[in-house]
Structures are given as C-alpha cells and as structure tokens.
C-alpha cells in the first residue's frame, strides 16, 4: 500500500510569484484535504477536495485553489504569494465517510 | 466555531515515566470525534489515537490512552512507558461528524524524552 506523497519536499519563491504543490493519495482514497502550518502552529485547513469538486473551504483567500484529478491525486495553487505565505503545507488523504485522514510529509515553503 | 486549546506549549518526561498532555476543546456539536496526532522531525503527522464522542469508554491504543470527559469538553492523551520515539510535537485535533472532513488542531505539545 502506497502512502501519501508530496512534490516538491521543499521550494523557495519570490513575493508575488505562483507556485504550485503536488499531492498523490494513498491508493484507494477518494479525498484529499489541504493544510497550511506556519512555523510554531497548529495545521489549518485550507480545504478538501472529492470527486474533483472542492468540498469545503477554511479561511483562505481565492488565491488559494486547486484541482484534484481523476485518479484522486490533488493540486494546491497559490497565486500572488505574500511573506506570510511561508509555511509547511500538508496534504491529507482519506476514504469519504471515514474519519481517518492519512498525513503526506509536506512542502515547505519560503517566501522571500 | 470549534476550538482546540493545548494549553502546555512543552513538556518533558524521563525515560519510562508516564506523561500526560492535556487538550480541551469547544463545540455546541454532540456528534464528533477527537484525535492525537504526533509529528516528528521528519515533519509526518501521524495518528496516535482516535476517540469517537458517542462512545463513554475511552480509547488505548498500546502505551497510549485517553481521558476523554465530554461534559467538560477534555481530551488528554496518556503516554505510558516513555521512550525516546515518543519525542514529538504532538496535536489534539476535533473533526465534526458532519459531511466534509475538516480538522481542527490545537497549537501542539512539544513533548521531550530526558535518556
């Protein structure tokens, strides 16, 4: 059974630059949520994706979106990155309807 | 809104001691569940434990077990037997019972293991 992946492991851009995050669920789930944790911080979710449609939202701005694919791997796209973008992102893959969502390593971010 | 309070930013425990972290959250909900999650260096989340609230007995799950007391909204998290994998960040974490899987987490533990 193949776990969670994230691409890249780390990656450092410029203030107003995009930038785009990869996520591959672990075989046989069907949801993939989205978590940013700032240094120091709790995770907090950005939101969920399931049968390519987004199925929940946190508190984050339009410029924060993504895509998940058929085979229920998933983007995060962040346009007009700003400092405080900076953080770890997480992405989490679960089987709708079970509680249990399982953690991929993450990206850190740096923007300088 | 639901919150989740971990209200010790850092502990420490020797070697084969018992510790316990405390965790209290917020919620006008009645159906949920409750979580530990551990993160390591290598910056994996990984589940510790899981407590579903409709059920009273509390959740072990080897050296780990849990206080849940729903009436007062508390989650504390048992390590028992204290070894040196066990230094972690570790995060108490609420997920509603509704349609979407959101996951709430507290600021985390940072919990030392003293050899």
């Known amino acids: 059974e193949t776990g969670v992946t994230q691409s890249p492991t780390h990656l450092i851009k410029t203030r107003g630059q995009q930038v785009t995050l990869r996520c591959s669920s672990q075989s046989g789930h069907n949801t993939v949520s989205w978590y940013q944790q700032a240094l120091g911080q709790g995770p907090q979710f950005i939101f969920q994706y399931y049968r390519e449609e987004e199925n929940g939202r946190g508190n984050f701005p339009p410029r924060f979106s993504g895509l998940q694919f058929p085979n229920y791997s998933s983007e995060l796209n962040v346009n007009a990155l700003e400092l405080d973008d900076s953080a770890l992102y997480l992405c989490a893959s679960s089987l709708q309807g079970f509680n249990e969502q399982y953690f991929g390593p993450g990206t850190r971010l740096t923007v300088t | 809104a639901q919150t989740v309070t971990q209200s010790q930013p850092e502990m420490s425990v020797q070697e084969a001691e018992t510790v316990t972290l405390s965790c209290t959250y917020d919620t006008s909900e009645s159906d949920y569940y409750l979580f530990w999650y551990k993160q390591p260096p290598s910056r994996q989340m990984i589940l510790v434990i899981r407590q579903e609230a409709y059920k009273q007995q509390n959740a072990t799950e080897n050296r780990f077990s849990v206080n849940f007391q729903k009436a007062a909204k508390s989650f504390s998290l048992k390590i028992s037997d204290s070894q040196l994998g066990d230094a972690a960040m570790y995060f108490c974490?609420?997920?509603?019972?509704?349609?979407?899987?959101?996951?709430?987490f507290g600021k985390g533990t940072r919990l030392h293991i003293l050899p």
């Open positions: 974490a609420y997920r509603s019972a509704r349609a979407y899987d959101k996951i709430i």
